[in-house]
């Protein structure tokens, strides 16, 4: 049986570059991690406490929990909602933002993780699409809004100021497949 926490695993550490120390800051990114968005924040939490993990949380990809999974057959479709982010400077501007983050940092890992997805023959979609059917949402200083109808942030999702980008409603399909435990 395969689990869709794993599999999205396998996905991001294809992508990974390695590098010489993997004790160094960003050795092994980008970092994958899944669950509620409280106990994501409270692992980060975790992290910054420990004199080498404290630099191995981002650029982080974390698959956010719940998973809906609709079956047919032997085939099991989900939808699907994940975060990339990166640690931010708070009195960075817009600009600043999409300079110094999204378009080095953020977007490079969007787009690769894309083409890991579809590299990684786990998961089908529409033969005709190049990547599945998801929402990209841009989401600088990312944060709570103070109001429905204020905008900017008031506090930050986890501890640290982040930039991220949303995907949301990832659509994805997978076949059930059998796996071998050692």
């Not at 590098?19 to 968005?37: D, E, L």
């Not at 817009?94 to 983050?101: K, N, P």
């Not at 990312?142 to 429905?148: A, D, H, L, V």
Request: net charge positive; glycine share 4%.
């Amino acid at each position: 049986m395969s689990y869709i926490v794993d599999d999205i695993g396998v996905v991001v550490a294809a992508l990974r570059e390695t590098t010489i120390a993997p004790n160094a800051p960003g050795a092994n990114a980008p970092y994958y991690m899944y669950g509620h968005p409280l106990y994501l924040a409270n692992k980060l939490k975790e992290k910054t406490k420990d004199n080498i993990l404290k630099y191995q949380k981002y650029p982080l990809i974390a698959l956010r929990l719940d998973a809906t999974e609709d079956r047919r057959g032997d085939i099991t479709d989900y939808n699907l909602n994940l975060y990339i982010v990166n640690k931010t400077e708070i009195n960075y501007t817009s600009e600043q933002r999409y300079t110094q983050v999204f378009k080095t940092i953020l977007f490079p890992i969007y787009k690769r993780f894309l083409v890991s997805l579809r590299e990684s023959n786990l998961f089908m979609w529409g033969k005709d699409q190049l990547e599945p059917p998801h929402t990209k949402i841009d989401r600088p200083f990312w944060g709570t809004p103070p109001s429905p109808a204020a905008q900017g942030t008031v506090k930050y999702i986890f501890d640290d100021p982040l930039d991220a980008i949303e995907i949301l409603n990832l659509q994805i399909s997978s076949r059930e497949r059998c796996r071998v435990i050692l």
